[in-house]
């Protein structure tokens, strides 16, 4: 079956950077779309970016744009998140997320959640003001 393993969160200040990684287990993801979701506490689960089989296409929400960036390692099977900038209200545990479908051409169909076949565990992202 496979899933996805999350790395890489912890306690930054705000301003500071942070890159969340995520590895496939037990198969390969590099035919999927993947992306990546957050939730704070409280609130509902959110889309964060996303990145196409091919790694030549993203798509992100305007609350992370200019500041995240998604990319894919198609060797390591690994895909990333890197985060500059980064503010108070980014704290959330982030999700890394496969798609149901491979080959899918349309990225947007993750926003919700609904098309996501894999999620990983999460991992903790702080920000302290």
């Known amino acids: 079956q496979g899933h996805v393993v999350e790395s890489g969160g912890g306690s930054v200040e705000a301003g500071g950077s942070l890159r969340l990684s995520c590895a496939a287990s037990?198969?390969?993801?590099?035919?999927?779309?993947m992306a990546w979701f957050r939730q704070a506490p409280g609130k509902e689960r959110e889309f964060v970016a996303a990145?196409?089989?091919?790694?030549?296409?993203?798509y992100y929400p305007d609350s992370v744009k200019g500041r995240f960036t998604i990319s894919r390692d198609f060797a390591k099977n690994t895909v990333y998140l890197q985060m500059n900038s980064l503010k108070p209200e980014d704290t959330a545990v982030y999700y890394c997320?496969?798609?149901?479908?491979?080959?899918?051409?349309?990225?947007?169909?993750?926003?919700?959640?609904?098309?996501?076949?894999?999620w990983g565990q999460g991992t903790q992202v702080t920000v302290s003001s």
């Open positions: 997320a496969a798609d149901k479908v491979p080959y899918s051409s349309d990225l947007r169909r993750l926003r919700g959640g609904a098309a996501v076949g894999s």
């Open positions: 990145i196409g089989w091919s790694g030549g296409n993203t």
């Open positions: 037990g198969r390969t993801f590099n035919s999927y779309n």
